[in-house]
């Protein structure tokens, strides 16, 4: 059973083709369906899939074929190795296409018809390495006649049958193009609206309409490709200056470049509208921050601020609620090991702020003791969990001094990010701001009461 994102081991594996037959096509079927491992593929691997399209995402599932270079030309040569042969076997199993094409490639070679022309570099491979010999033809003009006669057919049936059947009848219906220039030279053309990553899959593609692109042949399918209108966004956000969206594929647009994981929380969080407890909370906080929710409104005093929570300066500002007829307050810090590490002697207050930096990546906890009538009340005291807190650790750190650089504008990716690494606080304020930013959009209300909520 595969986990649910692949390991760097798995895509490297993948790349190299030194997984065994199995998890190779495991591999390769979860590739098909997963643009989160898909992209980490191109991202980390540029080399082995940077120009590979995954079907299943860009043309709406259309049917895998084998690729002739890649598979099938080695599978007849008797040149693949026992994974390539069996990725060959499994496939024409079930695919009626790619096994007619398997089945007239082998009866080719057995018995080739007159040779193409040797020598010529814009032949394709398939001809040069079956139809190499016509030696027995005696004069030289009439193999070279015959010769050029089969290149002619053969070329005019593979551009036949690799022409967007969709594109040959709406051509056929509207006449020939307005413009003087060839109709291939359109298809070939590098304009942003006719390249895969911007293209929009037709309402029902079929195998005639779609074809497998992978590193091998992905030049010579370009004018393959159909020519598709833009596609729609499901989510159109005002942030960052202009607008971020997401496409019917789930993909973030319109942000500056993020780390993959930001981007992956990003994305799911717009598909889910919800952010729940912090990933970066979960496994310390005592639940301090809901008690301290109720005490609130009770007016009790307890500490208020912070609690079960990540701050960022390692000088914290420490707030409470107030004993009522207390006469001075003393607020303790202790670190994990309960060795206190900061004291604000009495003050009479309802806030303090340490004097000295704590350790970044410590969780620390607090205790505010109130003198009243000669008696020293304090709080939080068992069984009231332990008012605890974590100062955020150098990596993130600097990773939010990058992201306030290229994304500060951005109240969704600063949000995430906030969230993430516990900043629920910060959090709570880069959402506020979004909602604010587009005040019809039920994206932003739902992500804005989601955080707040996390802190009840």
């Known amino acids: 059973m595969m986990s649910e994102h692949l390991s760097q081991a798995q895509l490297a594996g993948y790349s190299g083709r030194t997984l065994d037959p199995d998890e190779l096509l495991a591999v390769d079927k979860h590739l098909a369906s997963c643009d989160v491992c898909h992209q980490r593929l191109v991202r980390s691997l540029p080399g082995a899939a940077k120009v590979a399209i995954d079907q299943s995402f860009e043309f709406d599932r259309a049917p895998f074929h084998l690729d002739y270079e890649q598979h099938l030309q080695p599978y007849v040569d008797g040149k693949a ?3 390539d042969r069996e990725i060959v076997d499994s496939h024409v199993a079930l695919c009626s296409k790619c096994a007619g094409e ?3 490639l082998l009866a080719f070679k057995q018995h080739p018809p007159v040779a193409a022309i040797t020598g010529n570099a814009s032949t394709s491979s398939r001809w040069r390495h079956w139809l190499g010999q016509w030696s027995f033809l005696p004069n030289p003009a009439v193999a070279t006649a015959v010769v050029i006669a089969v290149f002619i057919l053969a070329m005019a049936i ?3 049958t690799t022409y967007p059947r969709s594109q040959r009848v709406d051509h056929a219906q509207a006449g020939p193009p307005a413009s003087d220039k060839p109709t291939s030279d359109k298809l070939t053309s590098d304009k942003p609206t006719q390249t895969p990553e911007t293209a929009q899959p037709s309402p029902a593609p079929t195998e005639q309409t779609v074809r497998t692109i992978s590193p091998s042949n992905l030049h010579e399918n370009k004018a393959a490709l159909p020519i598709m209108p833009r596609e729609e966004s499901l989510i159109v956000l005002n942030d960052a200056g202009g607008e971020v969206t997401v496409n019917p594929r789930g993909r973030l647009e319109g942000l500056p470049e993020l780390p993959l994981d930001l981007r992956e929380s990003v994305e799911k969080a717009l598909a889910t509208r919800e952010l729940h407890a912090s990933p970066a909370l979960t496994e310390w906080t005592t639940g ?3 008690l301290r929710s109720e005490m609130e409104k009770q007016s009790t005093f307890a500490p208020l601020d912070p609690t079960d929570v990540v701050v960022e300066t390692v000088r914290p500002t420490f707030r409470w ?4 007829a207390a006469s001075e307050y003393i607020v303790a810090v202790y670190d994990y090991k309960l060795r206190q590490v ?3 002697g009495p003050v009479t207050g309802t806030e303090w702020t340490i004097p000295h930096a704590l350790e970044r990546g410590v969780i620390y906890s607090w205790q505010i003791s109130a003198l009243k009538d000669g008696k020293t009340v304090v709080s939080p005291k068992p069984p009231l969990p332990e008012a605890r807190f974590k100062i955020l650790d150098q990596p993130a750190i600097e990773t939010l001094a ?6 500060g504008s ?3 990716a600063m949000g995430v990010f906030y969230w993430k690494h516990g900043l629920i606080e910060e959090s709570e304020r880069e959402f506020q701001l979004l909602a604010q930013a587009n005040p019809k959009s039920t994206t932003a209300k739902e992500l804005l009461a989601s955080v707040r909520s996390s802190r009840r």
């Open 81 to 83: 190795n026992d994974i």
């Open 102 to 104: 398997l089945k007239d």
């Open 158 to 160: 593979l551009l036949w």
């Open 288 to 290: 301090a921050g809901n």
């Open 321 to 324: 609620r107030a004993l009522e």
């Open 342 to 344: 900061g004291s604000s």
């Open 402 to 407: 990058k992201l306030r650089d290229s994304a």
């Open 410 to 412: 951005s109240h969704l």
